[in-house]
């Protein structure tokens, strides 16, 4: 597609219940990064993949945080037993081989648990 | 882990001033970028700078990279309403992931 699409745009789900959020990026990018951003931050890493090599989990806060990516398309990011501190957007990011043309963001997912 | 400071955090002017956001980091970088970001968007690429002592200019912004490669600054010349946004600069280091900084929250009014 033309840019990095994300869905759900928007998500309310309730404390302790499971969501999965989708990243569709640009096709032929063979990089692939969540952030989060609470609100008023910047933002924080939590997974990167690259190719079919092992994913950068590093920034992932917990394993209730977990992510696959199939080959080089879409990526889906799993909250599970959800807590009111997970509330924040998520942005996804995709970026081509040679980083220096930097990285494309999706407009996020704004996650709310209440 | 590599850390990006910017400053200042919050910045409210009047259209025509002009402002500098610094980006600094006890860490060497191997290329470091700028982004805006507007409520409800995610960031959006300005520039891109990879070598010490560069300078990059587009239209009424100026981007400089440091000799040594920790920091950064970006200076605005006469701002414009439409400049106002949250801008990120975010490097690319020993790691394969874009370490963000702070972020530095620009307003423009008339």
């Known amino acids: 597609g033309a840019g990095v699409s994300q869905s759900p745009s928007n998500k309310v789900t309730e404390k302790g219940k499971d969501v999965e959020l989708r990243c569709d990026p640009i096709s032929g990018h063979t990089a692939l990064y969540w952030y989060r951003q609470r609100l008023g931050q910047g933002l924080e890493f939590l997974i990167y993949f690259q190719g079919n090599s092992a994913p950068d989990k590093s920034g992932l806060p917990s394993d209730r945080f977990s992510a696959e990516r199939t080959g080089e398309s879409v990526s889906t990011l799993t909250i599970q037993r959800t807590q009111q501190e997970d509330s924040a957007v998520y942005l996804c990011?995709?970026?081509?081989?040679?980083?220096?043309?930097?990285?494309?963001f999706g407009s996020g997912t704004r996650l709310t648990v209440v | 882990t590599q850390l990006l400071e910017q400053s200042p955090q919050f910045l409210s002017i009047q259209e025509g001033e002009n402002l500098t956001v610094y980006c600094n980091s006890s860490s060497v970088f191997s290329s470091l970028q700028w982004y805006r970001q507007e409520p409800g968007e995610g960031p959006v690429l300005l520039v891109t700078v990879v070598t010490g002592g560069e300078v990059k200019k587009l239209k009424r912004l100026t981007f400089q990279f440091g000799d040594a490669r920790k920091d950064s600054s970006l200076h605005i010349t006469a701002a414009q309403p439409g400049d106002t946004g949250l801008y990120l600069c975010?490097?690319?280091?020993?790691?394969?992931?874009?370490?963000f900084g702070t972020g530095t929250r620009l307003q423009v009014t008339l």
């Open positions: 975010a490097g690319t280091g020993t790691a394969s992931k874009l370490t």
């Open positions: 990011a995709s970026s081509p081989v040679n980083r220096a043309y930097g990285y494309t």
